[in-house]
């Protein structure tokens, strides 16, 4: 399978505590986007990067949050101090760059409860 | 900002032809696309539109796009059981070009028998 993977697939964890997901995009895309999708709504993005570098920031991601792509290859997404307001599902996405209309292409997402 | 908007839920009779509309607000936005999203999956891309054209076609899907009333449109012919999913409305290259895709809240599609 050569789609966008993304681990663990579901995370339940308490108010207060640290997680990190993981995402491999597809080997020859460039670009990898963090999105959050809460219940009943669509995706909302949250950042975004090109190989190594970050590009943009939504301003959902708080100072909780970070982001990495070492080495413009797989990326983490860090929360910390867990909130039950972070309870979601994260969605990775990448594109190959050289063409803005590249649509993205998503994982099957981490689903996060915090209790 | 952005802002892409499309009904909740629609309700169709398998065999019949099922549309989805969506509203967006940025005239400048430059690709449309449709993504279809199954219970506890993520987003494939069903299809898109550059915003030069008014029309794609591909086997029972069918987009319409009117960009002076900035109105987008999905036509599923001949909708089957297995089509009973939430369709997302997103669209990218507007103001700014950074090309990010700003997705509407779906459109929970149901297909009765």
């Known amino acids: 399978d050569t789609g966008v993977s993304q681990d663990p697939r579901h995370k339940i964890t308490k108010r207060g505590q640290n997680v990190t997901f993981r995402c491999d995009p597809i080997?020859?895309?460039?670009?990898l986007y963090w999105y959050r999708q809460t219940l009943g709504q669509g995706p909302e993005f949250l950042t975004y990067?090109?190989?190594?570098?970050?590009?943009?920031k939504s301003r959902l991601l708080s100072d909780r949050f970070s982001a990495e792509r070492p080495k413009g290859s797989f990326s983490t997404l860090e929360i910390q101090r867990t909130e039950q307001g972070d309870s979601a599902m994260y969605l990775c996405?990448?594109?190959?760059?050289?063409?803005?209309?590249?649509?993205?292409?998503f994982g099957n997402g981490t689903r996060l409860t915090v209790t | 900002g952005e802002d892409v908007e499309q009904s909740l839920f629609l309700s169709v009779r398998e065999g019949d032809s099922s549309v989805i509309n969506c509203t967006y607000t940025?005239?400048?936005?430059?690709?449309l696309y449709w993504y279809k999203q199954e219970p506890g999956a993520g987003l494939q891309l069903l299809t898109y539109?550059?915003?030069?054209?008014d029309m794609k076609q591909d086997q029972r899907l069918t987009v319409l796009l009117n960009k002076k009333d900035k109105h987008l449109s999905l036509r599923i012919a001949d909708t089957q059981t297995g089509d009973s999913a939430i369709y997302f409305c997103?669209?990218?290259?507007?103001?700014?070009?950074?090309?990010?895709?700003?997705f509407g809240r779906g459109t929970s599609l149901i297909v009765h028998p």
């Open positions: 080997s020859e895309h460039n670009r």
């Open positions: 940025d005239s400048s936005s430059t690709y």
């Open positions: 997103a669209e990218s290259g507007g103001a700014g070009g950074s090309y990010i895709p700003t």
């Open positions: 539109i550059f915003s030069n054209m």
């Open positions: 996405a990448s594109s190959p760059t050289g063409r803005e209309d590249s649509p993205l292409h």
């Open positions: 990067f090109q190989n190594e570098a970050q590009l943009e």
